[in-house]
């Protein structure tokens, strides 16, 4: 096995390319020190759930993103604090409360797939890919169509400055000051005028008797703009990947559209688009065999823990048939800060690759694509693909 041990976990160089040997190589470590960037990383899927299950030694408040200030979203919080915060929204994102959209982002589909359908050929995630996850993340907080061009570019930003302070560029301030500008604009228009939306929700929502503060509200709603969208496209351009790749798996699910929500599940574990969280050590503790320190920081791998062979055999195969209930995928994270966004994303995924299938069942991916840089988010930032054209379904919005 290759040995990694000059490898900076906060280098988006590190995740360059094929990172199988690499995310090996740390599951089997199951627990490392960085020295270059001073850090631990839980590596295999045990000791990322271990730490995860356990927030009174390894806590949220210090921040999610290593080596950055924390911002006072509830992804920062532990405890009653995050309870009561995720309390106010969670009713929104049930199973039930999603499968509610599902014809609604089936016909959001259906509409980005008509302005490509004639041409035969377009850019996956320009497209289709990351416009799905953005229309339905800014329709539940509040963020008009107009606007969305705007938010697009800014989530981009946000994952750039996700790699660390070194990569908090000019580009990545610009995004922030743009949102922020748009945020405060959208705020003031819903205390006016509250409408049906999140933004509006966490601005009337009261917790122990208080308001939310300004910048609570802020990076409430950054946060659930980046969670939102960024992750689900990543997964949608992989699975369009995979199944041009692999156009037997491509038919099974064309015979057996039962099997979407199993191949869904699988493309959002062999995906698995976030690279990590972070957590603080509360205390001194020993771990894995390894003395953490107060104070330190530890990373959960998540690729290398849901490509883990202790759990999941042959990992590196698309397998359609794995048991994922029996061993679930960490994509999501574990435990209390278990992604509030699960039953939306695994929605947009089925009901995407639902419509592929329908509408241009022979998609073929025509180049290499790019990839995104980065030490916190993997997947393309383009795809080109070609498919037999099709009609519109909603000829009255011909170009
Ligand atoms: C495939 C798509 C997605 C992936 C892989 C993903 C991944 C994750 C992960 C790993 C966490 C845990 C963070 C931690 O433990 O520190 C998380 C939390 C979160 N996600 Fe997602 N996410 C996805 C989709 C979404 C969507 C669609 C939304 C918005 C509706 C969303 C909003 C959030 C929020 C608000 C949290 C914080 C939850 C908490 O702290 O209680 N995510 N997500």
Not at 354 to 382: C, I, N
Request: glycine content about 6%.
């Amino acid at each position: 096995m290759a040995d990694y041990s000059t490898l900076d976990l906060m280098d988006p160089k590190t995740f360059d390319g094929d990172t199988s040997g690499l995310m090996d190589w740390l599951c089997e470590k199951e627990v490392y020190w960085d020295p270059q960037s001073e850090l631990w990383a839980a590596a295999s899927y045990d000791a990322v759930v271990a730490v995860a299950r356990d927030p009174k030694t390894f806590h949220s408040e210090e921040g999610n993103v290593p080596k950055l200030p924390n911002d006072p979203s509830f992804i920062n919080l532990d405890g009653k604090a995050h309870k009561k915060r995720r309390g106010l929204i969670k009713h929104l994102f049930t199973r039930p409360a999603i499968a509610r959209l599902e014809e609604h982002i089936r016909d959001a589909v259906d509409n980005l797939i008509d302005e490509v359908i004639e041409d035969g050929e377009c850019d996956f995630v320009a497209s289709i890919g990351s416009m799905i996850p953005l229309q339905i993340i800014c329709e539940m907080t509040g963020i008009d169509e107009e606007w969305r061009p705007m938010v697009h570019e800014a989530i981009d930003g946000f994952i750039l400055g996700g790699s660390g302070p070194d990569h908090v560029t000019e580009a990545v301030n610009e995004a922030f000051i743009t949102f922020g500008g748009l945020h405060m604009h959208l705020v003031d228009q819903r205390r006016a005028e509250p409408k049906d939306d999140l933004l509006s929700l966490w601005i009337h929502a009261e917790i122990d008797g208080q308001p939310m503060t300004e910048d609570e509200l802020l990076f409430e709603h950054t946060m659930m703009i980046i969670g939102g969208s960024e992750t689900t496209r990543n997964v949608m351009s992989g699975a369009i990947k995979v199944l041009s790749d692999q156009p037997e798996i491509r038919d099974r699910l064309l015979a057996d559209p039962s099997l979407l929500e199993a191949a869904s599940e699988e493309a959002i574990r062999y995906v698995t688009p976030f690279i990590r969280m972070s957590r603080t050590a509360t205390r001194d503790v020993e771990f894995y065999g390894h003395q953490i320190k107060k104070g330190d920081e530890i990373l959960m791998v998540y690729p290398s823990a849901n490509f883990d062979k202790r759990k999941f055999d042959d990992p590196y195969t698309f397998n359609i048939d794995r048991d994922l209930k029996k061993t679930k995928v960490l994509s999501f994270g574990f435990g209390q800060h278990f992604c509030i966004g699960a039953y939306l994303a695994r929605l947009e995924v089925k009901v995407c690759l639902e419509q592929m299938l329908k509408r241009m069942p022979d998609w073929e991916v025509t180049g290499e694509g790019t990839r995104l840089h980065s030490s916190f988010a993997r997947g393309y930032t383009s795809l080109p693909i070609k498919f037999t054209p099709g009609k519109r379904l909603n000829a009255m919005a011909a170009k």
